[in-house]
């Protein structure tokens, strides 16, 4: 087995009261993801928590280990790196078993991980939470996925949502919140109107994880007492103009209609709208010049969700 296949207590140098703080947020989904995390913690479900890298997924697996009280320690594997998976390669007597990566695994793996899932729920002596850098419905549509392991792994799913897509609050949260942790016994440090502009318009494709280290970073080497945009933009390549992309949707937006050009904002709801009923999700965003990723991650920014009678081949 590769030596990072397995990791055992592997955030043991955090302190629990301090990780609730670390799920900052205010925005609904966090607010629905920290009640739901409260509530399954004393329960014995299978626990999938889906997300982008760097997004909490760890963190949030492990205050649901703490809170369940459960006396066995908490193990990681990534069976993503491996080539056998058996559940007599870790200690997990009354503890919480992490398989992170789930998403990535072979077809081999997957078939030993449906066999292990039955053994656990026959014993009943450890507890199951899966990981997965996509959204739920990538794994339920996906044709590589096996249909018997995804049953079994998404009886309580958390979504993590990505980063900027929680919005301006949570983004600033966070870094007063780094901005407090990492600059103990320090002056106090504060940003820019122009950084915090930046910060709020950058789409921090690393989640928390990259506005983390980002903010290390910009304490660590700044010789002011407040962080500027040029700082900033030298750590995250982000000069706050709008990318390829969004100027494409711009564009578009702007030849809509005779009437005043629509926002980026207001043209993906509009077409969005105005277009699921009649196409699938892959269609969509085609059309719109995103990834499938990206448009899921509008839908959950505005909030417009797919009925289940719509078009929704893949």
Same mark, same amino acid.
Request: aromatic letters at 6%; proline letters at 4%; hydrophobic letters at 35%.
């Given at each position: 087995?590769?030596?990072?296949?397995?990791?055992?207590?592997?955030?043991?140098?955090?302190?629990?009261?301090?990780?609730?703080?670390?799920?900052?947020?205010?925005?609904?989904?966090?607010?629905?993801?920290?009640?739901?995390?409260?509530?399954?913690?004393?329960?014995? $479900?299978?626990?999938?928590?889906?997300?982008?890298?760097?997004? #909490?997924? *760890?963190?949030?697996?492990?205050?649901?280990?703490?809170? *369940?009280?459960?006396?066995?320690?908490?193990?990681?594997?990534?069976?993503?790196?491996?080539?056998?998976?058996?559940?007599?390669?870790?200690? +997990?007597?009354?503890? =919480?078993?992490?398989?992170?990566?789930?998403?990535?695994?072979?077809?081999?793996?997957?078939?030993?991980?449906?066999?292990?899932?039955?053994?656990?729920?026959?014993?009943?002596?450890?507890?199951?939470?899966? +990981?997965?850098?996509?959204?739920?419905?990538?794994?339920?549509?996906?044709?590589?996925?096996?249909?018997?392991?995804? $049953?079994?792994?998404? *009886?309580?799913?958390?979504?993590?949502?990505?980063?900027?897509?929680?919005?301006?609050?949570?983004?600033?949260?966070?870094?007063?919140?780094?901005?407090?942790?990492?600059?103990?016994?320090?002056?106090?440090?504060?940003?820019?109107?122009?950084?915090?502009?930046?910060?709020?318009?950058?789409?921090?494709? #690393?989640?928390?994880?990259?506005?983390?280290?980002?903010?290390?970073?910009?304490?660590?080497?700044? =010789?002011?007492?407040?962080?500027?945009?040029?700082?900033?933009?030298? $750590? +995250?390549?982000?000069? #706050?103009?709008?990318?390829?992309?969004?100027?494409?949707?711009?564009?578009?937006?702007?030849?809509?209609?005779?009437?005043?050009?629509? *926002?980026?904002?207001?043209?993906?709801?509009?077409?969005?709208?105005?277009?699921?009923?009649?196409?699938?999700?892959?269609?969509?965003?085609?059309?719109?010049?995103?990834?499938?990723?990206?448009?899921?991650?509008?839908?959950?920014?505005?909030?417009?969700?797919?009925?289940?009678?719509?078009?929704?081949?893949?």
């Amino acid at each position: 087995m590769p030596e990072n296949a397995l990791v055992t207590n592997k955030f043991s140098k955090y302190d629990i009261n301090n990780l609730t703080d670390i799920l900052v947020g205010d925005c609904p989904a966090m607010n629905t993801i920290r009640l739901m995390a409260q509530e399954v913690a004393q329960k014995n $479900y299978p626990v999938l928590i889906c997300g982008e890298t760097g997004s #909490g997924k *760890s963190l949030l697996a492990r205050i649901i280990h703490q809170q *369940s009280q459960r006396p066995g320690k908490l193990c990681v594997i990534d069976p993503s790196v491996m080539d056998h998976f058996a559940l007599d390669m870790v200690d +997990t007597q009354e503890g =919480t078993l992490v398989i992170d990566n789930i998403d990535e695994c072979a077809t081999k793996i997957q078939k030993e991980i449906v066999y292990c899932i039955d053994q656990v729920q026959q014993m009943n002596l450890v507890r199951l939470i899966f +990981t997965a850098n996509c959204p739920v419905d990538f794994l339920s549509s996906s044709t590589v996925f096996r249909r018997d392991l995804y $049953y079994r792994i998404s *009886s309580i799913v958390l979504d993590i949502p990505k980063l900027a897509v929680r919005g301006k609050n949570d983004i600033l949260a966070l870094v007063q919140k780094v901005l407090e942790e990492e600059n103990n016994h320090q002056p106090a440090l504060r940003l820019s109107r122009d950084a915090t502009q930046m910060l709020c318009q950058y789409s921090w494709p #690393g989640n928390v994880r990259e506005l983390i280290n980002v903010m290390r970073n910009c304490i660590l080497l700044t =010789t002011k007492q407040v962080i500027d945009a040029s700082l900033l933009s030298h $750590y +995250t390549g982000f000069s #706050g103009e709008p990318t390829s992309t969004e100027r494409t949707i711009d564009k578009m937006a702007g030849q809509t209609s005779d009437d005043e050009p629509l *926002s980026l904002e207001e043209y993906f709801q509009k077409f969005i709208l105005e277009h699921q009923d009649s196409m699938n999700e892959a269609d969509l965003a085609k059309k719109l010049g995103i990834s499938r990723k990206c448009l899921w991650d509008r839908r959950q920014r505005f909030n417009i969700s797919r009925k289940k009678n719509r078009a929704t081949k893949s």
